[in-house]
């Protein structure tokens, strides 16, 4: 679904990305982790196709971003970290709205808000102005706009900032239901929601992957996520073996 190979990005003489190169599966959910200015985000948004790599090769569900990002984007879903919302509208039409956006037909469209209504748990508040709504409610309605098109591909950034606990809960819930059913990217600070959520784990510190491994292959022992990611991204890095 997902295949980066060999992807660099210079910002003039600054190389942020060096020789990026994995593959993500149909079904996945995968973590991205990296401590700030590590380029996650700079990889986060070729990814989207908001950036075009330098050198390398990116694609997604088989488009090659560098010649068709507009094939790749209707296979992507993206929920960036500041919600793409209208307050004014309601639920139901902002979602109408991002439907029309992404080419859906009319009525096939009727029929998706209903399923996405239904997948996010947002029936009971479908006719109330986003504005009304909790923060939690609006991250479900910002996970309900990048899946309307029913896309192959998930991109979540720090789905779950600035929520409360329950909060915290129902959208973990909502993520992890959509295992098996799409790809998913999900790039958060809160390490315990990777562990929660994800099957697998990439770690980005100064430009480049420095683990690429399975959740349960990097918790074996008596080590944890925490750990794991400081003694990666840490220039003078323990021994927590």
């Known amino acids: 679904m997902i295949s980066t190979k060999n992807v660099s990005k210079f910002y003039g003489s600054t190389q942020v990305l060096k020789d990026i190169s994995f593959e993500i599966v149909q079904g996945e959910i995968v973590g ?4 700030n200015g590590a380029g996650k985000t700079t990889l986060m948004r070729i990814l989207t196709t908001y ?12 488009c090659d971003i560098s010649q068709n990002s507009f094939a790749a984007r209707q296979n992507l879903g993206y929920l960036p970290e500041n919600l793409p919302l209208y307050l004014d509208m309601t ?11 992404k080419n859906i037909p009319y009525r096939p469209l009727t029929t998706r808000i209903d399923q996405v209504l239904e997948e996010c748990a947002l029936h009971d508040v479908k006719n109330m102005p986003i504005a009304n709504l909790s923060k939690g409610y609006k991250q479900r309605v910002g996970i309900a706009q990048a899946i309307i098109h029913n896309p192959k591909v998930l991109i979540l ?4 900032n600035g929520l409360d606990p329950q909060q915290i809960l129902q959208v973990r819930k909502l993520i992890k239901g959509l295992e098996h059913k799409r790809t998913v990217i999900l790039s958060t600070h809160i390490l315990s929601e990777i562990e929660q959520i994800a099957q697998r ?4 510190n100064k ?7 399975s959740l349960n292959n990097l918790l074996k022992g008596s080590q944890n ?6 003694n990666l991204t840490n220039d003078n890095p323990v021994n927590i073996a």
């Open 201 to 204: 784990v990439l770690i980005i």
């Open 157 to 160: 950034d720090e789905p779950t």
């Open 207 to 213: 430009g480049k992957i420095v683990a690429d491994d």
């Open 51 to 62: 950036l075009q790599p330098t050198s390398g090769k990116v694609i997604i569900a088989d």
């Open 225 to 230: 996520l925490e750990d794991i990611f400081l």
């Open 91 to 101: 639920v139901k039409d902002y979602l109408k709205f991002a439907g029309k956006l």
């Open 32 to 35: 991205f982790l990296g401590p």
